[in-house]
């Protein structure tokens, strides 16, 4: 059996400023199919992408945030927020889209697949890694 | 002589904003645009450098780039304009030049 490894996917860019949150997204969908542990963190500007209520019809740009209500269905189910990241930002845990999975192991309980962290933890989150991919 | 500022960068990642407010006069007009947009925000860490830019300044948000970005008018800070397409036409025209803080 191949070894599974930690892959960490680290956001830090906005939505649509720059093409960098779609690209993390598609590399995410690609590479669920390879069954490691995937996880996702949200730092810095990283933060905006899941901001609730996205609506990009007045700039006629695609509006990609649905898609990460399809990544629970991918078992991408560990999405770690920046606390402080958010608070910069003038933001908090309800200005962010409820994001859920339903938990195979657990009689297909629907649970959070956001967590909050700090940015310590953060920092020991990326420590226990074996992979990252920058965004 | 009047100049129109725009800034597109997200204050947060860049420090186009904050050259924007210093280098920009008294009765100015600053529109925030495309991640420029979430320097309008309140309560956020430099929330305080644009509450003083608001009271000698005419300070514009462009309300489509808002809306894409999950933000609505309620959470601007005071003094804040928003303006649609005609309107950010309306300010290249009414002022003498732009300066684009990239």
């Known amino acids: 059996m191949a070894t599974i490894k930690k892959f960490m996917y680290v956001n830090r860019k906005a939505p649509y400023g720059t093409v960098y949150a779609l690209e993390s997204l598609e590399v995410v969908l690609i590479g669920a199919a390879f069954d490691q542990d995937v996880s996702l963190a949200f730092v810095d500007d990283g933060v905006y992408q899941i901001m609730k209520g996205q609506d990009t019809s007045g700039i006629e740009v695609k509006n990609f945030s649905p898609i990460y209500s399809a990544l629970g269905d991918y078992e991408v189910t560990k999405l770690y927020v920046e606390k402080e990241s958010m608070e910069e930002r003038g933001l908090t845990l309800d200005d962010l889209m409820p994001l859920v999975y339903e938990d195979e192991d657990d009689d297909w309980a629907e649970k959070d697949s956001i967590t909050v962290v700090s940015r310590a933890e953060m920092a020991e989150l990326l420590e226990q890694q074996d992979v990252l991919f920058n965004f | ?102």
């Not at chain 2, 050259?19 to 529109?31: E, K, Q, R």
């Not at chain 2, 009271?55 to 959470?75: M, T």
């Not at chain 2, 800070?77 to 950010?88: K, P």
């Open chain 2, 1 to 102: 002589m009047s100049t129109l500022h725009t800034v597109n960068k997200s204050p947060f990642e860049k420090n186009s904003m904050s050259s924007c407010l210093s280098h920009s006069v008294a009765d100015s007009a600053i529109l925030m645009i495309e991640d420029g947009v979430y320097g309008a925000i309140k309560n956020t860490s430099i929330a305080g450098d644009i509450d003083s830019a608001v009271k000698e300044k005419s300070i514009y948000v462009l309300g489509p780039d808002l809306k894409a970005r999950g933000l609505n008018e309620d959470q601007l800070i005071d003094g804040i304009s928003v303006v649609d397409y005609a309107g950010f036409v309306e300010l290249v025209c009414a002022n003498d030049k732009v300066q684009n803080w990239l």
